[in-house]
């Protein structure tokens, strides 16, 4: 018997298919930097156990280690945990469950990868046994405060666009690749102070830490476990959280929602808003913040332009794509504020 270890559904028939379910999904992410001595062999397995269990979502392995975020159907909940534990790599790694739920993924992905985060880093550039100290929500909290601490969102613009702790200095660069030496970049000269490092789920802090450290950053820390993991614990022991907004998710919710706060604006309108979505129109499907207003007005579309293209057949948006002149190159719509 072959078992099937890629998935051959076109993407509609998937959403369909997510759809038509009756039972409610977990959303949670997992990561460990270990050493993989087959990342191959080790995908195949975990493709197969994933597929069988119906989870969705999307599993990066490396020679460097494993990272995932995905949907578990609630109902092999149970099942999961127990299979996680048999895997060899992974079977002691904390697992995180998202903030808020929603419907995240609606296929599974299992790729084999050079990095679990795409920093494109030389291995003499960082010792993954010489990280910074990690620090849980009270003493994250506690640090915020003290003087000459710097805290560095280690995300992308647009992730802090919609959500960060407050006085965080934020990277204006959008891709991963570019971020550790713009981090490097602000902090020359202030080598000796705290630094306080966050992400999403803590990943991108792990390798970014021992970069900062190998490069002559004396006082490296992060938040344990990320904003996943700080929020809740806050709501566990009802600490005011300073993290306000958004917590920006890379699945199908694009975002959860941390403290009531909206800090960001509408990038057609400039009224506060903080929903992200994608670009209606297939040729562009840029990132970017919009309204309720504007999303409607522009039916989900970033302007008129992409507006009128989406309303055209789909033939004949099928032929201007192959016009490379008619595909938006960029990854992330900027407001003219930014």
């Not at 990854?331 to 930014?338: A, I, L, Q, T």
Request: hydrophobic fraction near 35%; proline fraction near 3%; charged fraction near 30%.
């Amino acid at each position: 018997m072959v078992i099937k270890l890629y998935n051959k559904k076109s993407k509609q028939e998937l959403i369909n298919n997510l759809n038509l379910e009756s039972f409610k999904r977990i959303t949670c992410s997992f990561y460990n930097y270990i050493p993989i001595e087959s990342p191959q062999v080790l995908r195949d397995h975990i493709y197969s156990i994933f597929e069988s269990l119906k989870i969705f979502g999307r599993v990066y392995i490396a020679s460097e280690g494993v990272n995932a975020q995905i949907s578990v159907p609630d109902y092999f909940w149970v099942k999961f945990i127990e299979e996680i534990k048999k895997i060899k790599n992974i079977k002691n790694i904390p697992i995180k469950k998202a903030v808020n739920e929603g419907t995240s993924f609606y296929k599974l992905v299992v790729k084999v990868k050079k990095e679990i985060v795409a920093y494109g880093l030389s291995e003499d550039l960082y010792d993954m046994n010489q990280v910074g100290q990690h620090l849980n929500h009270r003493e994250f909290n506690k640090a915020i405060e003290e003087e000459s601490t710097i805290v560095i969102d280690m995300r992308n613009f647009y992730e802090s666009e919609v959500g960060r702790f407050k006085n965080a200095e934020i990277p204006l660069v959008e891709k991963s690749k570019d971020l550790l030496p713009e981090v490097r970049r602000m902090l020359n000269g202030r080598e000796d102070n705290k630094v306080l490092l966050y992400c999403t789920g803590g990943i991108r802090c792990e390798k970014a830490s021992s970069y900062l450290i190998k490069s002559g950053v004396n006082n490296v820390k992060q938040l344990h476990g990320g904003i996943i993991q700080y929020a809740h614990n806050i709501r566990k022991d009802g600490i005011k959280s300073k993290f306000i907004g958004k917590n920006f998710v890379f699945d199908s919710r694009l975002g959860e929602r941390i403290t009531d706060d909206v800090i960001a604006d509408c990038h057609n309108c400039g009224k506060p808003s903080d929903n992200h979505h994608d670009c209606n129109y297939d040729a562009c499907h840029i990132l970017f913040i919009q309204c309720v207003g504007c999303s409607t007005k522009l039916d989900g579309c970033c302007s008129e332009e992409c507006k009128e293209n989406a309303s055209k057949p789909i033939e004949e948006q099928k032929e201007m794509r192959k016009d490379p002149k008619n595909i938006i190159k960029k990854r992330y719509f900027r407001s003219p504020k930014n």
